[in-house]
């Protein structure tokens, strides 16, 4: 029987070890200025309910997460109740995990960077769209939810998102 690697090529074993580091930071950081103009919409929230379901073809799982809207910062619909669909989720004993997501939790207070794709709203920029809100204070950066919504007015008066 004749072994599998007749001469070891120690250059291309390389490459596979670093596929992992390659696929790291697959998001970019992105701006509050990258954030807003990339949104259809901006919203204030909190997450009332979180349901996954199987797509039709039933080869993919998607949560949808609805949100009571608090206020708008950006494009007000007249919904006091919107849902927003995110990649992934668990349907009876199946598990799906989509990289990068941003999560969530009932009850929690939100401010999410949203777009349309295919009538659903999703999060732009995935986990870099959501800031959760405790004590009127963005949790990932510690400023006061009244500085960011003056950041993000600030920025749609300059133009930037239109």
């Given at each position: 029987?004749?072994?599998?690697?007749?001469?070891?090529?120690?250059?291309?074993?390389?490459?596979?070890?670093?596929?992992?580091?390659?696929?790291?930071?697959?998001?970019?950081?992105?701006s509050l200025n990258d954030l807003v103009s990339?949104?259809?919409?901006?919203?204030?929230?909190?997450?009332?309910?979180?349901?996954?379901?199987?797509?039709?073809?039933?080869?993919?799982?998607?949560?949808?997460?609805?949100?009571?809207?608090?206020?708008?910062?950006?494009?007000?619909?007249?919904?006091?109740?919107?849902?927003?669909?995110?990649p992934g989720g668990a349907v009876e004993e199946?598990?799906?995990?989509?990289?990068?997501?941003?999560?969530?939790?009932?009850?929690?207070?939100?401010?999410?960077?949203?777009?349309?794709?295919?009538?659903?709203?999703?999060?732009?920029?995935?986990?870099?769209?959501?800031?959760?809100?405790?004590?009127?204070?963005?949790?990932?950066?510690?400023?006061?939810?009244a500085t960011f919504k003056q950041q993000v007015?600030?920025?749609?008066?300059?133009?930037?998102?239109?």
């Amino acid at each position: 029987m004749k072994p599998c690697f007749k001469k070891f090529r120690p250059w291309a074993w390389l490459g596979v070890l670093l596929l992992p580091i390659a696929s790291m930071g697959l998001l970019r950081d992105l701006s509050l200025n990258d954030l807003v103009s990339g949104a259809d919409w901006i919203v204030v929230g909190k997450v009332e309910t979180m349901e996954s379901h199987w797509n039709e073809a039933k080869d993919y799982i998607y949560t949808y997460v609805t949100l009571s809207v608090s206020d708008y910062w950006k494009n007000p619909l007249n919904q006091p109740m919107i849902t927003i669909q995110i990649p992934g989720g668990a349907v009876e004993e199946i598990t799906q995990q989509v990289t990068d997501t941003p999560e969530f939790r009932i009850g929690e207070n939100v401010v999410l960077f949203l777009f349309n794709q295919d009538g659903q709203k999703w999060v732009f920029g995935w986990e870099k769209g959501k800031f959760t809100v405790e004590n009127r204070r963005l949790v990932e950066s510690g400023i006061p939810i009244a500085t960011f919504k003056q950041q993000v007015m600030d920025l749609q008066r300059q133009g930037v998102g239109k």
